[in-house]
């Protein structure tokens, strides 16, 4: 079995962080997301395809120097493609059937009962499908009773929507759906391409575990809530020096004699949060400095931010080296 994992969007919604950083290098509850995604593998893929495009070259450096532990190759655009577009053109030499998985959901999904679920309907393809209140952001399937995908709309408005199950993003394919999107130009796998497959078969496995797209600050903040909750994100004692409760994350020579954290917190490497200041509900990435007195709360600090001391940050998305 190999996976195609899609890893070239843009990221708009989690600028300016994503100005400098693809956004499936964002760490969440310890680590990338990109990482918690490759969680949910079999340990024996035989190989993980990354579809990338913007920051491609960001993206390898850091797999690079930091190996997931399973095969990855990347296979970069030149121009952004799109879903279905970032599939054809990664897509060659894939198995029938691979795993298709967008590389900012953060799921507990058991991806062996999905592919034994795939393989006993005999579809074209398999959905996972998680139930949200919202469906407007989302893939929106209306489903048969025997599970087959009868309608598929793309964020429909919300009274348009067929149903509140939606694709979750890990989805199985038989490798010929590749074969039928056109090469060259940006296409949407799920616009242009699902809709007219449905009347080979695609069925909705629908998941009960927890399920978040971290494509927005506070959908990230809940998926690394889901995460930490699930102990997903280790169970790290509180840094040295400092008080509070975790669960909280934290990577090399950080440095907090007398701050105080969590829950829910990620620090990376370097950070440095002063005596007297609190962080909770937020991520926190390399080379911070948070001043004394500070408060941080349900936000997300790009690397090498500057907080000033006894400032109050609350709701914030601060770009890489923003000093504030
Ligand atoms: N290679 C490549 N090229 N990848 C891309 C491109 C592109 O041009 N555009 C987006 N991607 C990747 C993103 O990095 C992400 O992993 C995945 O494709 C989905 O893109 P998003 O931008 O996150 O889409 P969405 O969240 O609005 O909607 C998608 O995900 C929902 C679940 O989270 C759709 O698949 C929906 O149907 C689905 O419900
Ligand atoms: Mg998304």
């Not at 989690?14 to 593998?41: C, F, N, S, W």
């Not at 169970?235 to 440095?255: E, Q, S, T």
């Not at 006894?310 to 770009?319: M, S, Y």
Request: proline share 8%; glycine share 14%.
């Amino acid at each position: 079995m190999k996976a195609l994992v899609l890893v070239g969007g843009f990221g708009t919604r989690l600028r300016p962080i994503t100005y400098e950083i693809p956004k499936q290098l964002i760490p969440i509850a310890g680590k990338p997301m990109l990482y918690h995604v490759l969680d949910l593998l079999p340990r024996d893929v035989e190989e993980v395809v990354l579809a990338s495009g913007y920051k491609a070259d960001v993206l390898e450096r850091f797999l690079e120097a930091n190996p997931p532990g399973l095969p990855v190759r990347c296979v970069p655009e030149a121009e952004p493609l799109g879903t279905g577009g970032g599939m054809r053109n990664a897509g060659d030499g894939l198995s029938d059937p691979f795993l298709l998985l967008n590389s900012d959901v953060i799921a507990d999904v058991d991806v062996a009962e999905l592919l034994a679920f795939h393989e006993a309907k005999g579809g074209v393809g398999t959905m996972t499908l998680a139930e949200v209140d919202d469906p407007e952001p989302y893939g929106v399937a209306a489903l048969d009773s025997s599970d087959r995908i009868e309608r598929f709309v793309e964020k429909p408005k919300r009274a348009e929507a067929p149903s509140r199950w939606i694709n979750a993003g890990l989805q199985v394919w038989r490798a010929e759906v590749l074969d039928g999107i056109p090469r060259g130009r940006p296409v949407s796998f799920e616009t242009e391409i699902v809709p007219g497959l449905l009347a080979k078969g695609i069925y909705g496995f629908r998941s009960r575990g927890f399920w978040e797209d971290a494509g927005t600050p506070p959908r990230l903040l809940r998926a690394q809530r889901l995460l930490f909750d699930a102990g997903r994100g280790g169970h790290a004692p509180i840094p040295k020096g400092a008080l509070g409760r975790g669960p909280i994350a934290f990577g090399r020579n950080c440095h907090a004699p007398g701050a105080s954290f969590g829950p829910y917190v990620t620090l990376g490497d370097d950070v440095t949060v002063g005596a007297g200041a609190h962080v909770e509900n937020a991520v926190v990435m390399d080379r911070v400095t948070i001043g004394a007195r500070a408060v941080v709360r349900d936000s997300i600090l790009g690397p090498g931010v500057l907080v000033a001391d006894g400032l109050r940050i609350e709701g914030a998305v601060l770009g890489p080296g923003a000093a504030v």
